[in-house]
C-alpha cells in the first residue's frame, strides 16, 4: 500500500498551515485514510496562540503542534504540497519527485488589527474555510 505524505506550507508556520494540518488530521481518522500529514514554513515562527484557542472551540488540540521550517522536510517523500498563503506558493521549492500540488491562499487572521471581537471573527471564518477545504481535498484527492 502507498504511502501518502501530505506536506501544507505557509510563511511561518504558525496559524493558517497549523490549523490546516489540524483539520486533515482531523477529517484523515473521520475519513479512515491513510496518510501523514507534516505543515511548514518558508520559515518557523512559532505556533500562534490564537489559532490553538480557535481550533479548541472546534474540540480540535494543535497545542502540542510544533512550528517547521520547509527545509526538515526536502528529503521525505512528499507525496501531496498544499500551500496556503500566496508567499508560500512562490517560495516554494520544487520537489523532483512526483508531487500532487494545490494552492489556495486564505487570509491572514493573524494580519488583522481590530477589537477583540474583529480579531477573532477574522480567527473564525478563517478556521471555518480552512476547515471546509481540508474535508473537501481529502475526499477528492483520497
Not at 2 to 19: A, E, P
Not at 86 to 93: G, I, L, M, V, Y
Request: charged share 30%; aromatic share 10%; hydrophobic share 35%.
Amino acid at each position: 500500500m502507498k504511502i501518502f505524505n501530505i506536506l501544507v506550507i505557509c510563511t511561518g508556520n504558525s496559524c493558517r498551515s497549523q490549523i490546516t494540518e489540524g483539520y486533515l488530521k482531523f477529517f484523515k481518522k473521520k475519513l479512515n485514510l491513510s496518510a501523514n500529514i507534516y505543515s511548514a514554513g518558508v520559515r518557523a515562527e512559532g505556533v500562534n496562540k490564537k489559532a490553538i484557542e480557535i481550533m479548541s472551540k472546534d474540540n480540535i488540540d494543535i497545542s502540542n503542534h510544533s512550528s517547521n521550517n520547509i527545509d526538515e522536510y526536502l528529503e521525505k517523500d512528499i507525496t501531496h504540497v498544499i500551500t496556503v498563503c500566496d508567499h508560500a506558493h512562490e517560495s516554494c521549492p520544487i520537489f523532483l519527485k512526483k508531487t500532487h500540488f494545490t494552492h489556495h491562499n486564505f487570509k491572514d487572521p493573524s494580519k488583522v488589527n481590530g477589537t477583540e471581537l474583529e480579531i477573532e471573527e477574522a480567527f473564525l471564518k478563517c478556521r471555518d474555510e480552512i476547515k471546509k477545504f481540508s474535508e473537501q481535498y481529502l475526499k477528492k484527492y483520497f
